[in-house]
């Protein structure tokens, strides 16, 4: 069964700073994807990053950027010159081809701090 | 705003009762997908309907039933609750049937079961 684990429960940083949030997964596929999700005090669940694992070069959106290692399973998140709006819980998914359940890991919770 | 409309924002009820959540798809999108967070079970996929017909399941429960009606818009029933059906009841939708591209999450049913 495919699993996704985000090893960081809780994480701060100070605004304007750099942070790294870990995640991996495990599977047998060859094709799938993976997504970050952000839910901020509001509860909205917003896509913040998506990677097909067939592309071998890094998503990247405005200040986010993956660094997807295929045969290590992780995908982790980074945010760069973090903002106080980066304040959220951070969910790391899992799709596989096969299957069209979306797994989602149990997050991360990111205080950005003035 | 996501375009996706969710009703109620919160609903109270008792054990035993039954309940039932209504979402509306971003204008155009066929696919309509409910999920579950939970302190305990975090977040997972419930089922996904496609153009009227379900498409997908995942951990719903039997006590559980969902679907979705000529105009797209999709209702979740709940019955027989318990108190750990308490959560936040989430749907998205996307044009296509694939859950791979981005899912356009609604602001949630808050679900308290006393």
Known sequence: AQTVTQSQPEMSVQEAETVTLSCTYDTSENNYYLFWYKQPPSRQMILVIRQEAYKQQNATENRFSVNFQKAAKSFSLKISDSQLGDTAMYFCAFMGNRDDKIIFGKGTRLHILP | ?114
């Not at chain 2, 498409?55 to 559980?64: C, M, S």
């Not at chain 2, 999709?74 to 049937?97: V, W």
């Open chain 2, 1 to 114: 705003d996501s375009g996706v409309t969710q009703t109620p924002k919160h609903l109270i009820t008792a054990t035993g009762q039954r309940v039932t959540l209504r979402c509306s798809p971003r204008s155009g999108d066929l696919s309509v997908y409910w999920y579950q967070q939970s302190l305990d079970q975090g977040l997972q996929f419930l089922i996904q309907y496609y153009n009227g017909e379900e498409r997908a399941k995942g951990n719903i429960l039997e006590r559980f039933s969902a679907q979705q009606f000529p105009d797209l818009h999709s209702e979740l029933n709940l019955s027989s609750l318990e108190l750990g059906d308490s959560a936040l009841y989430f749907c998205a939708s996307t044009y296509r049937e694939r859950p791979q591209e981005t899912q356009y999450f609604g602001p949630g049913t808050r679900l308290l079961v006393l």
